[in-house]
């Protein structure tokens, strides 16, 4: 009960506390003078009475007290005439009023100062910063390459605009990028879609502006109104690097009229395609476009000509030991890879390699490294034709089997297995036409069921692709699901819930691939790299992880513009490409040899050697055997089944 009480009493003086507060200012202002006159003067009489030099007569005492008082409320205290204590009162509390008003004054135009700020509405007074618009999950690995970028930078800035509240824009960078050295990371609230607010950011000072698709169907509309909304906030052309990324194909050109002749826009729905195709068809060719990608690793560089100029480019090759060469680029901006080995260079072009750092690509001859007798001619290989296994379907499918029409040889076929029947699908892809080289053929089944996997005998299959359903309307099975499919709902175009199917898909393969007692050879396209860590695959597997690959090769086009041409070509099916080809087609495998050796035997069919792969060491990370950019004089003793990197055509 004595608890009850105390607790009714709390309520009760609490409420007559907030009545007191909702009196309004005059009645605060009352009642605290009548508190502190309660205190004050009960406490000034205490000290005056208990004093000992204190007055003996009561009207001196009193007085005393008075002074006490007006000291203690900075009302003076002043003793005279009534006329003159009144006068003094009246100008203490005058002043008392301006001072608490400056007070006042300055205390709210500090807090709205702190709340502008914490708003993120000041505008960025930076020059030569990355500007990055918009924010979604792709935000981190741009910002984490941006870091590694300007590591040997002794200042620079990342500034971020995008419609979240600028404190947490900071705490979830913090949280996922906790190390970001002499870098300094800038947030602002503000729309992208907005040229007033864009300035923020200061766009027409920057040396390069990023814009990131954001998720949702509307996510490409949106990157098409920033662009033009970034034309407008800055209308002369500058010298900032302009990147973007669409998603869907249908909408990659509207982008890049939006962005301009000097804007670069990437479509990820077709990058991620020739990726997958390219990877599927040369496994581990994903772990050398992670390797060239992140900043962590080696990076293409451009360096001049030095001493190369009116030499050939098949000479260049050898010019470097730790540096691969790899192009020219001329002095009007176009790129050149792997040219013909007679090519002369100009004294204006600049050589475009491969290197730890800018300052790595030193020349140091390396043709002394070679050894002539370890060098073998090629062995030709005939075409031969593939089984293919495309499980899934999603709006990047029919980029996929277009192009693998484009790489693979006469007589291929592609088996796709996916939600919904031939005839949708067929439709929807828009695909039914006429193929040079490839046959395909649908089939309508769910890819998480362990008995539709085990009918398909995937090990047969010289490769098998798995993307993220989308999209499908499906029949209902009836009141009940059988017990052995996984009742998995289709996920939206876009967002890591692609992955859960493949998931599953991937957990029956491995299945599938121990009981055949092999490795099955799988390219896994993913939306999220933190699913990747999940995935129930083998170490060193192939992953085309969407958000993280478009986000570093954005970083990498916003640090070298050249880098959007090189890319382009390396993607395509015409032109140069990155191969990994036996090593034992190159040099014998019976010795130790130079790296050299390798380089000069590609150079005599025309390709570019930028690297190796040992299979004995495909399962061992972080690097699964891939080694780019070796020293040209370190000698290796490579294995029949060991594959050499190099840049040659398709």
């Known amino acids: 009960m004595a608890q009850r009480h105390t607790t009714s009493l709390r309520l009760r003086l609490q409420y007559r506390f907030d009545h007191l507060v909702a009196g309004g200012t005059p009645a605060l202002i009352g009642w605290f003078a009548l508190a502190c006159l309660a205190v004050v003067v009960p406490a000034s009489t205490v000290l005056v009475w208990a004093d000992r030099s204190a007055p003996a007569t009561l009207s001196g005492r009193l007085t005393a007290v008075w002074v006490s008082v007006g000291q203690t409320l900075k009302i003076g205290g002043a003793v005279g005439s009534p006329l003159y204590v009144l006068a003094s009162v009246t100008l203490a509390l005058v002043a008392l009023l301006f001072v608490s008003t400056l007070v006042s004054l300055i205390t709210t135009g500090i807090n709205q100062r702190i709340m502008l700020l914490r708003r993120g509405h000041s505008t960025v007074l930076e020059s030569g910063h990355t500007v990055v618009l918009g924010w979604s999950d792709q935000i981190f690995p741009v910002i984490g390459e941006l870091v590694s970028a300007n590591a040997n930078q002794r200042r620079s800035a990342v500034a971020v605009l995008a419609q979240k509240d600028k ?14 050295g002499a870098t300094r990371i800038i947030c602002r609230n503000g729309r992208t879609t907005d040229p007033l ?51 869907d194909t249908r909408h990659h050109v509207t ?46 560089y451009t360096i001049p000509s030095q001493g190369l100029a009116g030499r050939t480019f098949g000479e260049a090759l050898l010019a470097f030991t730790t540096s691969s060469v790899v192009g020219l680029l001329h002095p009007d901006g176009a790129v050149a890879l792997n040219p013909a080995p007679g090519t002369a260079i100009g004294a204006d ?62 007589g291929t076929t592609l088996d796709v297995v996916s939600l919904g029947d031939e005839t949708t699908m067929r439709c929807t892809a828009g695909i039914s036409g006429v193929r040079n080289r490839l046959e395909v053929d649908f ?19 010289d490769s098998v692709i ?27 175009e876009t967002g890591t819930q692609t992955d859960d199917r493949t998931l599953v898909t991937l957990l029956h393969l491995r299945a599938i ?49 050249y880098l959007a041409d090189v890319f382009a070509e390396l993607f395509r099916a015409e032109g140069n490409e990155l191969h990994l080809k036996p090593v034992a087609d190159y040099v014998r495998t019976d010795r130790e040899v130079a790296f050299a050796t390798l380089v000069e035997s590609a150079r005599r069919r025309g390709e570019c050697a930028v690297g190796y792969r040992l299979r004995a060491e495909t399962a061992t990370g972080p690097a699964y055997g891939v080694r780019l950019n070796p020293d040209k004089r370190q000698r290796v003793r490579f294995g029949e089944h060991d594959w050499l990197i190099v840049l040659a055509e398709s």
């Open 167 to 180: 404190v947490e824009m900071e705490e979830e960078i913090a949280a996922s990028v906790p190390d970001t």
């Open 197 to 247: 607010e864009l300035a923020r950011v200061s766009p027409r000072t920057a040396k390069a502006v990023l814009v990131l698709p954001p998720e949702g169907d509307t996510g490409d509309a949106h990157v098409v109104k920033t662009l033009l909304a970034l034309d407008a906030a800055v209308p002369e052309p500058g010298g900032a690097v302009v990147v973007a990324a669409v998603r």
């Open 255 to 300: 982008a890049r009229l939006a962005a301009g002749p000097g804007g670069h826009v990437l479509c990820v729905d077709d990058i991620i395609a020739r990726l997958l195709v390219q990877t599927a068809r040369e496994p581990g060719l994903s772990l050398v476009y992670q390797d060239l990608l992140d900043f962590a690793g080696d990076e293409f």
């Open 349 to 410: 072009d600049r050589i475009i390699l491969i290197s730890r750092d800018d300052d790595t690509a030193v020349p140091a001859d390396a043709s002394s490294c070679v050894e002539e007798d370890a060098i073998v001619m090629a062995r030709p290989g005939e075409p031969v034709a593939e089984r293919l296994l495309l499980l899934g379907w999603n709006r990047r499918a029919p980029l996929i089997v277009e192009q693998l029409d484009q790489f693979v040889s006469p």
């Open 443 to 461: 089939r309508s089944g769910d890819i998480t069921d362990p008995e539709l996997l085990a009918k398909l005998d995937v090990p047969s299959y």
């Open 466 to 492: 798995v993307i993220g359903e989308t999209d499908h309307e499906v029949v209902s099975p009836g009141p009940r699901m059988p017990d052995r499919a996984i009742d998995l709902a289709l996920a939206p």
């Open 513 to 561: 691939g121990e009981a055949a007692g092999r490795q099955l050879s799988l390219t896994t396209e993913m939306s999220d790299d933190g699913n990747r860590l999940l995935a129930p695959a083998r170490e060193g597997a192939d992953f085309i992880v969407s958000g993280r690959l478009i986000s570093l090769l954005m970083t990498q086009i916003s640090e070298s513009r």
